[in-house]
């Protein structure tokens, strides 16, 4: 990056690329360029990207800048901005990315509190604080930096302040945490940012595209955090306040049928649907030989408990139990399925950097069942909702690979199950530690191994 010349400090702070999408705003870009050029943040060390959306004229930036800045444009195809943002990245030179809307006004310090996480850990994804002014304050001159009236002072979203106060600023995280992330002041490590695949340039309309990236970046091992210091400013209320409650509502609609089959949490698409794309939890259940029924079982309790999963189904030589299989979430599979590791075996490696398809096909969790299994009381049925939220409070206490054990023996527990997290495996590229592994034994879970004897009639009647 070029700049006007050394800075004291500036050898210590990190490259950072400001990317913020544009369309036919030059009056919040001016005011935002001369924000960025009030920060705190070394000017040798920050760049500028615009990203226009097809603007009918192109934005135009200072001449006299004391950063490094460029514009870069795609055509006008609809409302774009996380194909802009994609584009931005592509120019961005920064080890840094600082996402913001072009209608935010930092507060000077927001990019050294924004970046300070990011320029330590690979891992880092900050969210900083997005505040509401008045926009005649801004009209009258207001900046940030400078004391805001009371009487220019609006609400923040109660929901968002919420969110934050009870996860400890996002230090306590699940797959449902997106739901907190938003692209108008978004700040992450560069590697993060290129092992989830960057803003999905495929997204059409308003809304939706800062979740979904969220959720891939918590997907591939992201350390999410709020913080409350890196404060910029938006004149007017957000999307919920700005817009006719019915309008609100009907693109909020959209907005969920949208992401429904790109988020695999179950605050994006429910308990039941077993949609394409992306997958909350795939199953390898390990036959046993001369026990198809046994294995039958062991399936159906893996759907009954979480029904929008996809199994493969090792050790099924019948036709009449591959007949009973034929669900279209089932794949019988000859010889050991792909993927399937043991707890002597290295994580598999996860897709190339930048490639988003290979994202998506990583589910969240891989369980591999080498004994059938279902729940030990008689009569008992898994429980999808009990199910979903214990997978949610083993993500919030980090653990990222669970070896559920049978009885002792002479020697040691078997090994019975694991479930293994897709951020073990980006973490693991990115120099992470090794994750919690948490070591438990299947009654303790309420499950045990299916008896090779089951009575395949009275597990589906209910009496067994």
Known sequence: ???????????????????????????????????????????????????????????????????????????????????????????????????????????????????????????????????????????????PGEPVPEADLLEEPAWLRGAYAGSGDLAVTDATAYRFVISAVLTVAREVYEDAGGFDPAFVGYGGEDWELAHRLWRVGGAFRHEP????????????????????RAVKQREALVLASRITATTARGHGLALAGPQRVAVHVRGQEGCEAATVVGVDAALQAVPGARVAVTGVASGTARAVLADPRVQVVDGEAAGSQTSEEVLPAPPPRGDLAGVRAVPDWDVDVRVPLRPAGRGERPDPARAADWLLRIERAEVERVEVLG????????????????????????????????RVPALRLGWAPVPADVDLEAWWGGWA
């Open 1 to 143: 990056m070029s700049g006007t010349g050394p800075v004291a400090g500036a050898a210590d702070a990190p490259e950072v690329s400001v990317v913020v999408p544009h369309y036919r705003a030059q009056a919040d870009l001016d005011r935002l360029v001369a924000a960025l050029a009030a920060q705190d943040h070394p000017a040798s060390r920050l760049q500028l990207v615009v990203a226009d959306d097809g603007s009918p004229e192109p934005p135009v930036l200072p001449g006299d800048l004391p950063f490094a800045s460029v514009v870069v444009r795609q055509e006008d195809r609809g409302f774009r901005a996380s194909a802009a943002r994609a584009l931005g990245v592509r120019a961005a030179e920064g080890r840094v990315l600082a996402f913001l809307d072009g209608d935010m006004l930092p507060e000077p310090g927001y990019l050294s509190a924004a970046c300070a996480a990011p320029a330590a850990s690979a891992d880092a994804v900050v969210v900083g604080r997005r505040r509401h002014l008045r926009p005649e304050a801004v009209a009258a001159g207001w900046r």
């Open 229 to 248: 210091t890196a404060v910029a400013w938006q004149a007017g209320e957000d999307f919920g306040g700005r817009e006719d409650p019915a309008a609100a």
């Open 407 to 438: 009885e002792p023996d002479d020697a040691a527990r078997p090994v019975l199950a694991t479930l293994t997290s897709s951020r073990a495996l980006w973490r693991s590229r990115r120099g992470g530690g090794p994750g919690r592994v948490w």
